[in-house]
């Protein structure tokens, strides 16, 4: 049976603020003299997730997987493909990609023909180009934990390519993995 603490009786209202007051300077502690570690702040209509279960010690941005079902498929090739919905599509490898040769691939290209590098930077590309229409692609690569990487859009024939705007989440996405913190030994 239980029974109800009156706290007009003085040992109970002792207890009660004794227990209170734990809990207000255990909180006070946890706020100002331990350091938890800051999850990143997903964008808007995106969310976060671990790429740990797959040997990549980073975390990557995604759409919402609550509204685009999520795919991540080891291909035989080696890349680790991410997939949310018809117009979140990447690659990522364990190696970084020729960048320069890349550009030159991309300028002599008789068939999908340039239009304009849309970002040209060391480390990263985002093209526009056309045979028929616009189709918007990237490359990119990162040193993430001591490791290179490289990320480019997925292409698949069985879906219409992605435009600017998708493909621009999906570059943005790369440039901001967020790498886990490093194990500690014990």
């Given at each position: ?9 003085g040992r ?58 999520l ?25 970084s ?9 991309i ?6 023909k ?26 990119m ?46």
């Open positions: 049976m239980l029974y109800p603490i009156y706290l007009n009786s109970a209202l002792k207890l009660w603020f004794s227990a209170s007051a734990s809990v207000l300077l255990f909180t006070a502690l946890l706020s100002c003299g331990i350091k938890k570690s800051e999850s990143p702040v997903a964008p808007e209509g995106m969310c976060i997730i671990s790429l740990s279960n797959y040997g990549k010690p980073f975390s990557l941005f995604v759409p919402d997987t609550s509204k685009n079902p795919r991540i498929e080891e291909d035989p090739s080696g890349a680790l493909n991410i997939m949310a919905g018809n117009a979140f599509a990447l690659s990522i490898y364990e190696q990609a020729d960048l320069d040769m890349k550009r030159s691939d300028k002599s290209d008789e068939v999908n340039l239009t304009s590098f849309l970002t040209d930077e060391p480390n990263a590309i985002f093209w526009e180009s056309a045979i028929t229409e616009p189709e918007y692609h990237f490359l690569n990162l040193k993430i934990a001591g490791q290179d990487y490289s990320f480019q859009d997925l292409l698949r024939p069985d879906i219409k390519a992605p435009g600017k705007a998708a493909v621009q989440k999906m570059f943005d996405a790369c440039k901001q993995a967020v790498a886990h913190p490093p194990k500690e030994n014990s």
